[in-house]
């Protein structure tokens, strides 16, 4: 087993947001992830996402 260290940009409102976290689950190549973040700890909860559960608002920022 091993930890991955992520860096996880994404738009809200018009701005960027850098976020790292660390894990011991192994990603999909081409994985989406949905974040949960706290303002105090940060990186609170993720989860893997397909590209066609991302909501329109977002697909439009990224290609296939």
């Known amino acids: 087993s ?3 260290f992520i860096v996880v940009k994404f ?6 947001k850098e976020f790292t976290f660390k ?3 192994e990603l999909r190549e081409d994985a ?3 974040l949960k973040v706290l303002a105090i700890t940060g990186v609170n909860n993720w989860e893997e ?3 066609d559960e ?3 608002k977002v697909q439009k920022n990224y290609t296939k």
């Open 2 to 4: 091993f930890t991955l």
């Open 11 to 16: 738009i809200k409102k018009g701005k960027k």
């Open 23 to 25: 894990t011991s689950r």
């Open 32 to 34: 989406y992830l949905k």
């Open 49 to 51: 996402m397909q590209f």
């Open 54 to 56: 991302l909501p329109d």
